[in-house]
Every structure is written in structure tokens, then in C-alpha cells.
């Protein structure tokens, strides 16, 4: 086995061991000072409970652990809201992606749903994993930019795509995960937790976060195709996987339920017009099997004022902010 962190990820790069690495010259070793990052720690225990830092202690143990097991060589570690997600090599050779996370209910969900998306080439594919320790590995995506990184959305073809993928599943999931309404209450409810910060709090009124609350209880409990969601597919989940395989999305947050919630993110992303996002969900509509583009739109609606929370938490209020809170205040 040999594990290398030698050079920190992009953004959230959470342990930079170049510097080790220079004193230990060949001496390859893991190295994952954790302590280092208090903030990533705080996180992961603010959602997963003080057991997370009992699996926060057994962190480098796990890591290596899966090296052995599974012949990896690991080089970079990025620090996602709820994991570890390190890139390396397995065999020497193909690309891997290892994903640990204390969640253990939320990988053994992650890794139901990557089973039953091992038909579609516009899913990740999952490896291996082992479920009682909350670690995945994923094959890794190249180039993997995320679409959110990218200045244009991708066209309106490449995601009924992926939307088709998507919906090509064998089936039996009922009781095996949690439906749609049961994942959204859960969301509102978080929103609602964070209407008090100083950016959100002129801008979003609790009445409206329950008016959105309402419309998404009414569309979950009647209509649309019912299977099996992705769940969390925003722009950030959604990797470019090269010209021979188009769009890939990672990290589902797996539901049972309307399979249209899965086109919110895309039609609602970085739009400035209500033509704009009306002409998205048509486009999209006529290309993507039972979407409904009433049922989208109405979607769109219910979960307008989510999605502005959640940029809100982010960044300064912007055209699509202002765009999204116009759209979730209106009744029809
Ligand atoms: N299979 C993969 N191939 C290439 N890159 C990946 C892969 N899986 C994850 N990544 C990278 O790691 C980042 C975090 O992964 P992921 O979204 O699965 O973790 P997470 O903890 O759920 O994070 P978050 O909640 O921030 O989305 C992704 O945004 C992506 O850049
Ligand atoms: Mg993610």
C-alpha cells in the first residue's frame, strides 16, 4: 500500500501535507493532520452529532484501511458538507474517487441508488463499499468539472439525457428509502431554521416558505411519474464526464417519488426571467419521457424559495435571487 497526500484540492482543500511530504522525501506515509481543520471538523459534527468525532479519531485508521483493501493510492482530499471525498489510483491504474462520511444511513442510501443506476453511463459508478464503515468508492470522473464551475448551463439535450438515465432503473425500491415527501418536509424544516441569518431575513418571510411548503406537500401527495430521484441533483452534483459520456451526476441524496423534482436545479439555474425559465422547462418537457412541464413549473414554484436561502447563505442577493423569490411569491 501507499498513500500519498502530497498536493491540497482546489477550494476546500482541507490538509496540505507538501510540506511533510518535502521533509519525508520518499518515505511515503499518509498524513492527515485533521486537527488542522477545526472548521471542517465543526461542520461535519454540527450535522452528524458528537458521534462524529469518535469517526472523525478513527479517520486515518479508515482511510488506510480502505487502501489496503481496496489497492489504493490516494493524492488529493476535498472536505464536501457531509464527507471526505479523496481522488487517487486503484491498481495503479484507474482513477477512484474514495467518499467517507459518518453518515452511515446516507452512504448505504447513496450506494442503493448508484446500484440501480449501473445501466446509465450519466451516473458515477459505484465500486465497492463498505457500508458499516460509511466509505464508497467511486470510479472517478474525467474531466469532472462541475457544471456550476462552467459559464454557461449545459444545453437543454444534454440534461434530458442524464434525466433519461435517470429514469432507467429496475424497480422494488418501496420501504428501501425515503419518499419525497418525507426528504422535503425535512428540507423545509432546515430552511426555516435559517430565515433568521442577517441576509435572509429582509428578504425571506416565514409566510413564504410555508406557502412553498404547501404547493410541494400537494404535488408530492398527487400526480407526476412516480421512481426513483437523484434528489439532489443541483449544478454542483453534475460533472462533465468528456464528449463520449456527456453529463454525470454524483452524490444523490436518493428519493421515492415525482421524478420532475430532479429537473428543478437545471431549469431554475443562474435564470433572470420567468421566459427564461418557462423556456427551459418546454425545452426540456418535449425531450424527457412523462415530464410534465405544468407539474415543473409548479415545482419551480414551491421550491423557489429554498433555493434563494440557500444562495443567500452563499452570496449577496443577485438577479436570480431576486428572480427566484418573485417566482416563489406567486399563487399560480
Ligand atoms: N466520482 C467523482 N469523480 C470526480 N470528482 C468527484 C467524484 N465524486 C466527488 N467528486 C468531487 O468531490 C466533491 C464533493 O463530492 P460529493 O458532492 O460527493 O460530496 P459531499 O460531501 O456530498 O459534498 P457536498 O455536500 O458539498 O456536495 C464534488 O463536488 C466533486 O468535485
Ligand atoms: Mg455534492
Redesign the pocket.
Known amino acids: 500500500m501507499r498513500v500519498v497526500l502530497a498536493r491540497p484540492a482546489r477550494g476546500d482543500a482541507l490538509t496540505s501535507v507538501a510540506d511533510a511530504a518535502a521533509h519525508r522525501h520518499d518515505e511515503r506515509m499518509l498524513n492527515l493532520d485533521l486537527s488542522l481543520e477545526a472548521d471542517g471538523r465543526d461542520r461535519l459534527v454540527a450535522r452528524f452529532g458528537q458521534g462524529a468525532h469518535s469517526w472523525l479519531a478513527a479517520l486515518p485508521r479508515l482511510v488506510e484501511l480502505c487502501c489496503q483493501r481496496w489497492h489504493l493510492e490516494l493524492d488529493e482530499v476535498?472536505l464536501?458538507?457531509?464527507?471526505y471525498?479523496f481522488?487517487g489510483r486503484q491498481y495503479d491504474a484507474r482513477g477512484v474517487?474514495l467518499?467517507l462520511?459518518p453518515g452511515l444511513a446516507i452512504a448505504a442510501d447513496e450506494a442503493l441508488a448508484l446500484r440501480a443506476w449501473s445501466g446509465t453511463a450519466h451516473v458515477?459508478d459505484l465500486i465497492d463499499a463498505k457500508l458499516d464503515a460509511g466509505a464508497l468508492l467511486?470510479?472517478?470522473?474525467e474531466p469532472?468539472t462541475?457544471v456550476s464551475d462552467q459559464p454557461e448551463l449545459p444545453a437543454a439535450s444534454e440534461m434530458a439525457e442524464l434525466l433519461t438515465g435517470l429514469r432507467c432503473t429496475p424497480g422494488g425500491y418501496a420501504g428501501k428509502l425515503p419518499t419525497l415527501a418525507e426528504g422535503m418536509d425535512a428540507m423545509f424544516s432546515r430552511t426555516g431554521r435559517r430565515l433568521s441569518s442577517p441576509r435572509v431575513s429582509p428578504l425571506v418571510a416565514p409566510s413564504l416558505l410555508a406557502h412553498g411548503h404547501r404547493l410541494a406537500r400537494e404535488l408530492a401527495a398527487a400526480g407526476g411519474a412516480p421512481g426513483l430521484l437523484h434528489g439532489d441533483l443541483h449544478l454542483?452534483?453534475i460533472?462533465q464526464g468528456g464528449p463520449g459520456r456527456g453529463l454525470v451526476a454524483?452524490?444523490p441524496g436518493p428519493r421515492l417519488g415525482d421524478l420532475a423534482w430532479d429537473a428543478i436545479e437545471w431549469t431554475l439555474g443562474r435564470a433572470t426571467s420567468t421566459a427564461e425559465i418557462d423556456d427551459r422547462a418546454g425545452q426540456l418537457c418535449a425531450l424527457v419521457p412523462d415530464l410534465d412541464r405544468d407539474r415543473l413549473w409548479r415545482w419551480c414554484q414551491a421550491t423557489a424559495a429554498v433555493i434563494a436561502v440557500l444562495q443567500l447563505r452563499r452570496r449577496p442577493p443577485d438577479d436570480t435571487t431576486r428572480l427566484l423569490l418573485q417566482l416563489a411569491a406567486t399563487t399560480t
Open positions: 476535498v464536501g458538507n457531509g464527507s471525498v481522488t474517487v467518499k462520511t458515477v467511486l470510479e472517478k470522473i469532472g462541475k454542483s452534483n460533472l454524483i452524490d
